[in-house]
C-alpha cells in the first residue's frame, strides 16, 4: 500500500490520528522536501513519529518515483506532504504511477494553505483562482499572476497568492557544467511579492492602463500559518511592501470585493486602521 499523509501547518503533532498511525506501521517513509516546509526539523518529525525518514527532494519524486512505488509493491511506504497532499501542489503523478503498476494506495488528508487563509477572517468561498508569485531575475519578469489577481479582483473575488520557495536550486555556471552544487535555499517574503506588484502596477501605468489593483489595495500578508508564531497583518499593498514578517513560509492575499464582516476581521489585524478605513470601504457588499 502507497499512502499520501498529509502533515498539516505547524509541527510534528499536527499529522492527524490516522496518518500517523500509517505512518508507524509503514516499513519506509518519505518526507516531500521541496514544496513546502514545516517550522520544525527532520528529525523532530522522526521522533514524534518513531520513524527514519528519507528525504524526497524534486528529483527523487520526478525522476526516482519508479523505486518509491517498486517499495510500495511488496510492503506499506508512505509519503508526507507538508499541508495536504492534494493542496496547494497535488501529487496526481504518483497515484496515477501507483495506480497504472496495481499498487493499492490511501490519501490521509489534513489542513493546507488553501483552506487556513480562512484563519484572517475572509471567506473560503469568496476566494478566485490561486496563484505562484515567482522571483523575479534580471532577465526574467514574468506578469501573467497579475492578470490572473486583476481578474479575479473584477469578478469580486479575493486572490491567494502562494509565494515562491527555491529549494535545491543550481546554478546557471553549476548545472551546464553537471556539478552538485546547490544554492542556499530561498523563501519569498510578503514584502519582496507585493514590491514585484507594485513594480508591475507601475509598468502597466507607463504603458496607458490603469490596472484594477493599485497601492491601496487592501491586502492581507501572513506568515507561519498553523504555528505557534503565525502572524497576519492587514493594509494597503504600498504597505505590504514595508512588511517584515520574519521567517517562512509567507503568504499574500490581495482582497476582492469584502463583506463587511469580513472588514471588520481584518481590521483586528490592521497595520494602520485610519489608512485601512480609507480604502477599504470602497469595495465592500
Known amino acids: 500500500m502507497l499512502y499520501l499523509v498529509g502533515l498539516g501547518l505547524g509541527d510534528a503533532k499536527d499529522i492527524t490520528v490516522k496518518g500517523l498511525e500509517a505512518v508507524r506501521r509503514c516499513r519506509r517513509v518519505y518526507l516531500e522536501a521541496y514544496t513546502s516546509i514545516l517550522t520544525v526539523g527532520k528529525e523532530a518529525l522522526e521522533e514524534f513519529y518513531g520513524k527514519e525518514l528519507i528525504l524526497a527532494d524534486r528529483e527523487t519524486v520526478e525522476q526516482e518515483a519508479d523505486s518509491i512505488l517498486k517499495e510500495a509493491d511488496v510492503c ?3 509519503f508526507l506532504v507538508v499541508g495536504d497532499p492534494f493542496g496547494a501542489t497535488t501529487h496526481s503523478d504518483l497515484v496515477l504511477r501507483a495506480v497504472k503498476l496495481g499498487i493499492p494506495y490511501k490519501v490521509i488528508h489534513n489542513a493546507s494553505i488553501m ?3 480562512g484563519c484572517c477572517g475572509l471567506q473560503l468561498y469568496k476566494f478566485g483562482e490561486a496563484v505562484s508569485v515567482v522571483f523575479w531575475t ?4 514574468p506578469e501573467s499572476f497579475f492578470d490572473k489577481i486583476e481578474k479575479n479582483r473584477q469578478n469580486g473575488m ?16 553549476n548545472l551546464i557544467k553537471g556539478r552538485k552544487i546547490y544554492e542556499p535555499p530561498r523563501y519569498m517574503s510578503v514584502n519582496q511579492a507585493a514590491e514585484q506588484l507594485l513594480a508591475i502596477i507601475q509598468n502597466r501605468r507607463l504603458q496607458g492602463e490603469e490596472p484594477a489593483i493599485t497601492e491601496n489595495t487592501i491586502c492581507v500578508g501572513l506568515a507561519r500559518v498553523g504555528a505557534p508564531d503565525q502572524k497576519i497583518v492587514s493594509g494597503t499593498l504600498y504597505q505590504m511592501s514595508a512588511l517584515e514578517l520574519g521567517g517562512p513560509l509567507h503568504s499574500l492575499i490581495v482582497t476582492g470585493t469584502m463583506h463587511p464582516l469580513e472588514l471588520e476581521m481584518l481590521k483586528l489585524f490592521s497595520v ?4 485601512f478605513e480609507n480604502n477599504a470601504f470602497q469595495r465592500t457588499t
Open 272 to 275: 494602520d486602521s485610519s489608512s
Open 138 to 141: 534580471d532577465t526574467w519578469k
Open 76 to 78: 506499506d511506504v508512505a
Open 115 to 117: 483552506n487556513a487563509v
Open 158 to 173: 479575493h486572490t491567494l497568492c502562494l509565494l515562491d520557495i527555491k529549494v535545491k536550486e543550481q546554478s546557471l555556471e
